[in-house]
């Protein structure tokens, strides 16, 4: 079935099965991403999607002991010129061993002793005795540089972020947006964050989830998001995306993003549908403003 999607018209709703009034489009450009839109609605209503290709995510970093160390320590290891320190038999449980000669630097943990001190209820008057933990000093425990040791080499450090970072960065800079690359963390693929500073977090360096939260980024300049998985919001965001993906010629996502926008309503097609229809004018008004920012080739006028 085609619909005809009218862009520079709002607001956009068609009601269920209805075609809405058909007038000309503002531009060329316009017509364009429109095309794209009712390409990419006609391939979720005939269920006619390219082939799915596998998702990923960004492995853990390789456990160091100095992950779980206190701030303070870490500042000790790194201004002696390291990022990795361990002890003597740490070495040893990765097959390396300390160069002769090599000196130990020292880091602290604090010596605890438990106390027994007595607190005074300000409002009951009561006093009632409390078991508190107290540090009465500081061990200094012999710790050596990586730099400082021998035998099999570590795996190679992770790099979180992509080898090649995926088009429309500067989407994300224009708008204030940071980007951050981190390792999955078992519960989302990516989020997009506004409250503290506007940031995206990636698990991910699947394109889709990259496309999805800067929707939700871009979204968010023009409407005021609400926390939460809010149904609206989400389908915004990846119907903004399954059409980035178009445009950029990516296929493989195309599945997912159907998926991800019927589980919204209740795994129902026509109601998903029906929910894309109410929200076009969002998804449009997201792909101007990216147009209006950075260069999408599909989108030139030739
Ligand atoms: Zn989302």
């Known amino acids: 079935m085609q619909h005809n999607v009218i862009m520079g018209q709002r607001p956009l709703f068609q009601p269920k099965g209805g075609m809405g009034a058909i007038t000309a489009p503002v531009n060329m450009v316009n017509e364009k991403v429109t095309k794209k839109l009712n390409e990419i609605i006609e391939m979720f209503e005939t269920g006619n999607l390219p082939p799915a290709v596998a998702r990923t995510?960004?492995?853990?970093?390789?456990?160091?002991?100095?992950?779980?160390?206190?701030?303070?320590?870490?500042?000790?290891?790194?201004l002696q010129g390291t990022e990795d320190a361990r002890g003597f038999k740490q070495w040893q449980e990765v097959n390396r061993w300390v160069k002769k000669g090599a000196k130990a630097i020292y880091i602290l943990a604090p010596k605890k002793r438990t106390i027994t001190v007595t607190v005074l209820d300000s409002e009951t008057g009561e006093k009632n005795k409390e078991k508190r933990q107290i540090i009465t000093g500081f061990y200094q425990i012999p710790v050596f540089r990586y730099e400082d040791t021998d035998g099999e080499p570590l795996p190679a450090r992770q790099e979180y972020?992509?080898?090649?970072?995926?088009?429309?960065?500067?989407?994300?800079?224009?708008?204030?947006?940071?980007?951050?690359?981190?390792?999955?963390?078992?519960?989302?693929?990516?989020?997009?964050?506004?409250?503290?500073?506007k940031k995206i977090v990636l698990?991910?360096?699947?394109?889709?989830?990259?496309?999805?939260?800067l929707g939700h980024a871009v979204h968010n300049t023009f409407y005021t998001l609400r926390n939460g998985q809010v149904p609206e919001q989400e389908i915004v965001a990846e119907l903004f995306a399954a059409t980035m993906c178009e445009l950029h010629g990516i296929h493989g996502f195309h599945q997912y993003s159907w998926d991800y926008i019927k589980s919204y309503t209740?795994?129902?097609p026509a109601a998903a549908v029906q929910t894309i229809f109410q929200i076009l004018s969002d998804v449009e008004e997201c792909i101007l403003r990216v147009m209006a920012v950075a260069d999408i080739p599909a989108l030139k006028i030739s």
């Open 57 to 78: 995510i960004i492995a853990k970093d390789l456990p160091r002991p100095s992950n779980s160390w206190s701030i303070g320590n870490k500042m000790l290891m790194s």
């Open 266 to 268: 209740g795994n129902d």
């Open 161 to 197: 972020k992509p080898p090649k970072l995926p088009p429309l960065q500067d989407v994300a800079k224009h708008f204030g947006v940071d980007v951050i690359y981190a390792p999955f963390d078992g519960r989302s693929y990516g989020f997009y964050s506004w409250t503290g500073g």
């Open 203 to 213: 698990h991910t360096h699947d394109i889709r989830t990259w496309f999805h939260e």
